[in-house]
């Protein structure tokens, strides 16, 4: 079983930036697909970007192209998402996923919620205006 903790979120104003982390347990980090979701009150889970077992491919939704930044440490077994110049429509809680490609291998990129295995419980990003 694998568990992922996310950390870093808070409050910042908006064109803000914060760096959210997500680590990791287990040995098989290195490959695992890592993903990032967000969940806005009173709305649906939304995909925000995705990264491959190497780190060598990222896919983002378009609502984050160019602001924001998925990266992975496998020394650390940690995934991180850079955000910059926030803005209130990014306010919600955001979680961690991760794919474990010996349980069936998606097409990539994995921008559905059901293409994940395993799951974080989610940290609060609120950006105020």
């Known amino acids: 079983q694998v568990q992922l903790v996310e950390s870093g979120g808070g409050l910042v104003q908006a064109g803000g930036s914060l760096r959210l982390s997500c680590a990791a347990s287990g040995r098989s980090f290195g490959t695992y697909r890592m993903g990032w979701f967000r969940q806005a009150p009173g709305k649906e889970r939304e995909f925000v970007a995705t990264i491959n077992w190497s780190g060598g491919s990222t896919y983002y939704a378009d609502s984050v192209k160019g602001r924001f930044t998925i990266s992975r440490d496998g020394a650390k077994n940690t995934v991180y998402l850079q955000m910059n110049s926030l803005k209130p429509e990014d306010t919600a809680i955001y979680f961690c996923?991760?794919?474990?490609?010996?349980?069936?291998?998606?097409?990539?990129?994995?921008?559905?919620?059901?293409?994940?295995?395993?799951w974080g419980q989610g940290i609060q990003v609120t950006v105020s205006s």
């Open positions: 996923a991760a794919e474990n490609p010996s349980l069936g291998v998606k097409s990539w990129p994995s921008e559905v919620a059901s293409a994940y295995d395993y």
